[in-house]
C-alpha cells in the first residue's frame, strides 16, 4: 500500500489503519483454512496478481489500493 501512496490518498491516518487492522486480524477465527494467514496469503496474492502486465488497464492507484 505504500507504494501506491494508499494511506494519502483515502486520507487514513497511519494509527488509525494499524489499529483497524489489528483488530480485524484479532476476529479471525481459529481454524485451520479460513484464517488471518489466509487472509494476509489472498490479500498479498490480489497485490501481485493485479500488477502483473496481463492485468494492467487504465486505473487509478486507488482503485488498486482498495481492491488490496
Known amino acids: 500500500m ?3 501512496d494508499a494511506v ?3 486520507k487514513l491516518e497511519t494509527t488509525t489503519l494499524v489499529v483497524y487492522l489489528t483488530l480485524l486480524e484479532s476476529h ?7 484464517n488471518n494467514i489466509h487472509a494476509a496469503d489472498v490479500a498479498q ?7 502483473r ?3 494492467q488497464v487504465p486505473a487509478r492507484n486507488s482503485d488498486f489500493a482498495s481492491l488490496v
Open 28 to 34: 479471525y477465527p481459529a481454524n485451520p483454512y479460513h
Open 2 to 4: 505504500q507504494d501506491m
Open 8 to 10: 494519502r490518498m483515502l
Open 45 to 51: 496474492s490480489a497485490n501481485v496478481l493485479l500488477r
Open 53 to 55: 502486465p496481463a492485468f
